[in-house]
């Protein structure tokens, strides 16, 4: 693992990072963990019957609750033995965590969009919708960590998945760590 305990991806909404943790966390026999399905559960939990669109919810969570979330996922990652994924990263020891940033373009990321989470949605719609999404987690992150989660300083490797395969991008990041 060359030194790294734990590897985190970040990036854009439907940029691609639960594929690659998926791949990973496989081939290193790990756990996985995604703060976004962590939100999920809670959303779950509160609308069994998602009378309340996950994203409208997530919008209005507190700092606080945010800030519990990513102080518990910090303690999981640098505990190590962990493939995860989280929007925010720069609370992270980047000595223990190697950390990936997935990018694609937004008509990219519309059109994975298209058939699954915002399936019957125009194209231009779920862009909007995404666009929308990206702007209210830099927000978030800027109370949180004052800084752009998008800004490649906090970043060990960025990947397009616009241009690499999932496998190329597994490959990649099995080269390095």
């Not at 790294?4 to 909404?13: A, K, L, Q, R």
């Not at 518990?72 to 020891?93: Q, T």
């Not at 987690?137 to 241009?163: A, T």
Request: overall charge positive; hydrophobic content about 35%; glycine content about 8%.
């Amino acid at each position: 693992m060359k030194g790294f305990v734990s590897i985190v991806i970040s990036g854009e909404p439907k940029s691609g990072k639960s594929t690659l943790a998926g791949m990973l966390a496989k081939a290193y026999g790990w756990q996985r963990l995604s703060l976004g399905d962590m939100w999920r559960e809670k959303w779950r939990k509160l609308y069994p019957n998602e009378e309340v669109p996950f994203d409208v919810f997530w919008k209005g969570t507190t700092i606080d609750e945010n800030r519990r979330m990513n102080v518990e996922a910090k303690k999981i990652f640098e505990k190590g033995k962990m493939v995860g994924d989280s929007r925010f990263v720069s609370y992270l020891n980047p000595s223990k965590c190697f950390l990936i940033f997935m990018t694609a373009s937004l008509e990219t990321r519309a059109k994975r969009s298209a058939n699954g989470e915002y399936k019957g949605k125009s194209i231009a719609g779920i862009k909007r919708l995404l666009k929308k999404r990206e702007m209210d987690e830099v927000q978030m992150g800027m109370k949180l960590f004052k800084n752009d989660y998008r800004d490649p300083e906090h970043y060990h490797l960025i990947l397009n998945s616009g241009i690499l395969t999932p496998e190329q991008e597994f490959n990649i990041v099995r080269s390095i760590v």
